[in-house]
């Protein structure tokens, strides 16, 4: 038996309106008691719901980490990925065997070498926000060096053009990465004069 709205008193599902009060039945009132929900459906409206919230939930995480990068749900340290080419600033032929020396606050000093083509790659903590402080020495060639993203913007200088930066000192540059990214860099460095 169903309850009258009304009155609140038992009422027949059938019935058009109530005995007691003679009030008509509203008409949702008769269709949900003409057709009352199974089992069943309620559990696929359970199941529904929980499929529907795990696709929710992994499209969130989908789109955070198109967002903010793996990194972000990640269990070990992101790093900061450092490669590129050491050339020499007048030919700018490679420089093989320049040692790089990276230094950051806390931090011991962490070093790479030069491959023969002048390529190097180096892998480190992403702990210090501010970056790297970078230095590099190569027997051949002073401690000042220059930096670029690509070899294009060294190519377009004129070797005359280049050799007056030979004259100004840069002896260190601070490299800051984007955590789980790679950041391309192509330094050139200044040769000592008397090996010219």
């Not at 719901?49 to 749900?73: C, D, N, Q, S, W």
Request: proline share 8%.
């Amino acid at each position: 038996m169903l309850e009258c709205p009304y009155c609140n008193q038992p009422v027949s599902p059938n019935s058009p309106s109530c005995s007691h009060c003679g009030m008509v039945m509203p008409t949702h009132f008769k269709n949900s008691a003409s057709k009352p929900r199974s089992q069943s459906s309620l559990i696929k409206a359970l199941f529904y719901m929980v499929f529907g919230a795990g696709l929710l939930y992994v499209a969130i995480v989908h789109r955070t980490k198109l967002m903010f990068g793996p990194e972000l749900f990640s269990l070990r340290p992101s790093t900061y990925i450092f490669e590129g080419r050491v050339l020499d600033l007048l030919d700018l032929q490679p420089v093989s065997q320049a040692l790089l020396t990276f230094s950051a606050t806390s931090q011991p000093d962490q070093q790479t070498r030069s491959n023969s083509d002048g390529s190097f790659r180096m892998e480190l903590s992403a702990t210090p926000s501010d970056g790297y402080r970078v230095r590099i020495s190569h027997p051949a060639h002073d401690a000042s060096f220059y930096t670029a993203s690509s070899e294009d913007y060294w190519n377009r200088m004129q070797p005359k053009e280049r050799l007056k930066l030979h004259y100004q000192v840069q002896e260190s540059i601070r490299w800051k990465g984007e955590p789980g990214k790679t950041q391309k860099m192509i330094v050139v460095l200044s040769p000592l004069i008397q090996n010219r």
